[in-house]
């Protein structure tokens, strides 16, 4: 089944504590990118990686770092969380296509739910 | 602030009944897309219409785009519990690689 899976689903942590949210996809996809969703605030992009070793700043890069090794995985990295990175993460993936990414449908994970004390 | 703004937030229908959701954006654009998320659930893709492109109908979905109003419409027709969601317009750059997001239309459809 093509899916994007993201883990954990969900975690509590405490400030200051490095955490890692991976994401992976078998859609031999291209493109992956990151981002956070809060009310009022919709979606916004944390990270982008038009293909391996490729990555770029979204809106919202401060605070997160995120790495591109291998094409099927997109690891997100929180070295030093803070409570203000409260809040659901979604991992996305895209064929890149004859004409360019943003033609094509994004795929998302199911999210990963992070509060940080 | 974001480049795709929904409205109306909030929204609740009978079964049966259809569900008008509004799109607008500032800048121009590549295409927009639309996507519904379930409670808890990721983002699922419903439908994509380039910008030379005026109506776009996929199912029960009927999607517009006004270029010269900078606005799109998602139309669901004869709705349906299970269509119960929030629903997102993205829009995609002329140039660049980023797709912005709108903060969501919650449609709730009463059984």
């Known amino acids: 089944e093509a899916q994007v899976t993201q883990n954990p689903r969900y975690l509590i942590t405490v400030t200051g504590k490095k955490l890692t949210v991976t994401c992976s996809q078998n859609?031999?996809?291209?493109?992956m990118s990151w981002y956070r969703q809060d009310p009022g605030l919709g979606l916004r992009q944390i990270y982008y990686?038009?293909?391996?070793?490729?990555?770029d700043k979204g809106d919202v890069p401060e605070g997160y770092k995120v790495s591109r090794k291998e094409k099927r995985n997109f690891p997100l990295i929180l070295e030093s969380p803070s409570p203000n990175q409260t809040s659901l993460y979604f991992c996305a993936s895209s064929y890149r296509g004859v004409s360019g990414w943003s033609n094509q449908p994004q795929h998302f994970g199911d999210g990963t739910r992070l509060s940080i004390l | 602030s974001q480049q795709g703004e929904e409205d109306p937030q909030a929204l609740s229908i009978q079964e049966g009944e259809n569900a008008t959701m509004n799109c607008s954006y500032k800048?121009?654009?590549?295409?927009l897309q639309w996507y519904r998320q379930n409670s808890g659930r990721g983002l699922v893709h419903l439908i994509l219409?380039?910008?030379?492109?005026r109506e776009k109908h996929s199912g029960r979905l009927r999607v517009t785009l006004d270029t010269s109003k900078k606005s799109s419409s998602l139309l669901i027709t004869a709705s349906r519990a299970a269509d119960t969601a929030s629903y997102f317009c993205?829009?995609?750059?002329?140039?660049?690689?980023?797709?912005?997001f709108g903060e969501g239309t919650q449609l709730t459809v009463n059984p």
């Open positions: 219409i380039r910008s030379n492109e």
């Open positions: 993205a829009t995609a750059p002329l140039s660049g690689s980023r797709l912005t």
């Open positions: 800048t121009s654009i590549n295409n």
């Open positions: 990686s038009m293909n391996v070793e490729v990555t």
């Open positions: 859609m031999n996809h291209e493109y």
